[in-house]
């Protein structure tokens, strides 16, 4: 079937007719369908119709605002199994995690559905008698959200929510491995009854519709989830129209393990959070930490059970790793792995693509680890997104510390000790934006803040109040009721 953009409340093919397909990466034989090849024209069209929908959407109280959100929650909830089973097949992660992505929206709509009861300001007393100030926030503008297809509805969800509680107008360009999630869940937005070109979705690929969209100068502001690279140039071409540009970028997540750790729970977390969602998520634990004396006992039981996971097509119950995005992202895994053989690390499990039986249908790699890793290697620093975890060990705890801030990164951490004081030490020490205790580096939740230090962002943070501050902005109000010229800082 052949899909459109959805460009103020019409949905319409690229203006010069071209097309691209979604390809389900666990069967390479199942397409979802076709997508708009969207360009300039395109990016024009979308931004002047949140443009011309601005100033309705802006005006309308914001818990009027947050009732269609709660509308929208309402519908994620209805279809949650369906949406669920189009983004097992189109991104492959297993269903169960697939429900939980939906969850994740749901959660985020009734959560910023709230927020438009409060968007909460402040007020404060003047310096002068018979005055007084206070701040409100107000909406940044259009703004356009460029999302990864990792988390094909629970990412998106983080910015369109509250973009649009905070009065913003958007023009969204999905991933364009998930277009066709990209488009249910727009769905649900027209059904919900949104404003025609309040919300913008379009079709496409970075190097054409992502530049134009970004470079365009009725965008206001630019929120991007992805590649360091990307990222940058990104920040480079919003610099240019001194843009608001909130990016969410790499991660290389350590876990440290410490002496004092229970072992078989580190080790169901490791594999959650390594190989989880096929090590896809920029939280994955990619980097685990060990301190020598539980170094051998730890990864004994790590490759026994990592050696019982199920490979898959993730719409099978019993599937527990489903394939990873698609041909050159799994021929870059491979070539990490293979670098990491030359570079010296020992590989104890996987370093495979994965071709037995139905596997061949798609795109799938062995659960890999290796040991032996040290901070010189490439392996040990660069981000992979898959299925690879590289161990190295530590001498004690400040050693592990070294190593884990030992990154560009520094999104989320986690550490395994029962120790009070060492648990309450790596809060402080380690270098992330997120840090657990006793539990691996996946499941944020969408009430607090989620975000990095270092390359993994530039200071902003999604979801909880920190994205209420992302998607508004100040304005201050000074109100004299004296009747006469008071001049503040003291001038008579
Ligand atoms: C991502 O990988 O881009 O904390 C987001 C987690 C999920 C979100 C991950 N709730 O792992």
């Known amino acids: 079937m052949k899909y459109k953009n959805w460009i103020g409340g019409n949905w319409v093919d690229a203006k010069s007719g071209r097309t691209f397909q979604s390809i389900s990466p666990a069967d390479n034989s199942d397409i979802l369908g076709e997508f708009p090849f969207s360009e300039k024209q395109d990016v024009n069209a979308a931004v002047e119709a ?29 279809r949650k199994e369906e949406l669920a089973k189009i983004m097992t097949r189109e991104m492959g992660k297993v269903l169960n995690e697939a429900r939980g992505d939906v969850q994740e929206a749901i959660d985020m709509a009734y959560y910023v559905g709230g927020e438009g009861r409060r968007l909460l300001g402040y007020v404060t007393p003047s310096e002068l008698p018979n005055k007084t100030c206070y701040a409100i926030r107000r909406p940044v503008g259009r703004v356009a959200l460029i999302t990864p297809w ?46 025609k070109g309040v919300f913008n979705l379009l079709f496409g690929f ?24 990307v990222g940058r140039h990104i920040y480079e071409m919003g610099a240019k129209k ?20 229970g072992l078989e729970l580190a080790a169901d977390a490791i594999l959650w959070s390594a190989f989880g969602t096929t090590g896809q998520r920029c939280t994955a634990c990619s980097r685990l930490i060990v301190v020598e004396s539980v170094h051998d006992p730890l990864i004994a039981i790590l490759v026994k059970k990592a050696k019982k996971l199920k490979l898959g097509n993730g719409l099978n119950a019993d599937v527990e790793i489903g394939p990873v995005i698609n041909k050159t992202q799994l021929k870059s895994i491979h070539d990490y792995v293979e670098l990491g053989i030359k570079e010296g690390a020992k590989l104890e499990i996987g370093g495979k693509i994965a071709t037995e039986g139905d596997l061949a249908k798609g795109t799938f790699y062995m659960p890999t680890i290796f040991t032996g890793v040290t901070p010189e290697m490439r392996i040990f620093q660069e981000e992979i997104f898959g299925p690879v975890l590289t161990v190295s060990k530590a001498k004690g705890y400040e050693h592990a510390i070294e190593l884990a801030n030992d990154t ?4 989320s951490s986690a550490i395994f000790t029962r120790n009070v004081y060492t648990a309450q030490r790596a809060i402080d020490d380690l270098e992330a934006g997120i840090t657990y205790i006793n539990y691996g580096t996946t499941g944020a939740e969408v009430h607090l803040p989620f975000g990095g230090v270092k390359n993994t962002g530039n200071g902003g943070r999604e979801a909880g109040q920190a994205a209420i501050e992302q998607y508004s902005e100040w304005k201050t109000v000074y109100i004299d009721y004296s009747g006469h010229l008071q001049k503040a800082q003291g001038i008579d």
């Open 50 to 78: 949140a443009d011309k929908a601005f100033h309705d959407w802006s005006h309308i109280p914001s818990p009027r605002r947050g009732e269609l959100l709660f509308a929208v929650g309402e519908l994620l909830k209805g």
């Open 150 to 195: 990792n988390f094909p509805i629970a990412v998106p969800s983080w910015k369109i929510f509250p973009a649009l509680i905070a009065g913003n107008t958007i023009v969204w360009k999905p991933a364009q491995d998930t277009p066709r999630i990209a488009y249910e869940f727009s769905r649900v937005f027209e059904e919900a009854g949104i404003p």
């Open 206 to 229: 970075g190097r054409e519709a992502g530049q134009a969209l970004v470079e365009h100068a009725k965008i206001d502001m630019i929120s991007f989830t992805g590649s360091v690279d």
């Open 242 to 261: 001194i843009n608001h540009v909130h990016l969410e970028l790499g991660g290389k997540n350590p876990i440290l393990v410490m002496e004092d750790a």
């Open 408 to 411: 560009q990164f520094g999104l």
